[in-house]
């Protein structure tokens, strides 16, 4: 049984809750890592549970996305919509890194081939005992790695259970 593709309408109300969220994260990091701005860090205590609520908002999107969009799709055309939505914006981000890393240094860096290979593979992470870090120091990727590997984990729960 195939189900027939229904015209996608975005939940825009439960999108902009999801830029709030986001905004916070972004807010909360720059408070945080800026020493002038200390004095505002009792304000931007929750970054993790701003987190955890675009997380959880963002399933409900990407759930809802795909079954209103085109509930027969394919894991190549579910990987590809995912690869152009975070790739570009995502090797921008490590070239705009080492960039910055150059400059601080005065010299062209070593471009730590082994972190960026694993940054761009998806499998960073902050935690003292992870085997790849993120990208010279550039904590907030190791965000993008879980959410890569969670909409991965999701196509492949969605194709098992989609009839039911």
């Known amino acids: 049984m195939t189900a027939k593709k229904v015209k996608y309408r975005r939940l825009m109300k439960l999108e902009a809750f999801r830029g709030v ?10 408070v945080h890592y800026s020493p002038e701005l200390a004095f505002m860090s009792k304000f931007f205590v929750f970054g993790q549970f701003a ?12 759930y809802y996305a795909t ?39 005065g010299k062209w860096a070593d471009p730590h081939l082994d972190q960026l290979i694993g940054n761009i593979l998806q499998v960073q992470d902050k935690h003292p005992y ?3 870090k993120p990208y010279f120091g550039n904590s907030p990727l190791w965000s993008l790695a879980y959410e890569w590997w969670y909409y991965m984990v999701f196509w492949v729960i969605y194709a098992l259970l989609k009839d039911n």
């Open 51 to 62: 987190l955890m609520i675009f997380f959880l908002l963002s399933g409900f999107v990407i």
């Open 130 to 132: 992870s085997f790849i």
């Open 21 to 30: 969220a986001a905004l916070y994260i972004v807010v909360h990091h720059y």
């Open 67 to 105: 079954v209103y969009r085109d509930p027969d799709i394919t894991f190549r055309e579910f990987f590809l919509r995912r690869f152009k939505r975070i790739y570009p914006a995502f090797l921008l981000v490590l070239g705009f890194t080492y960039l910055m890393m150059s400059l601080t240094q």
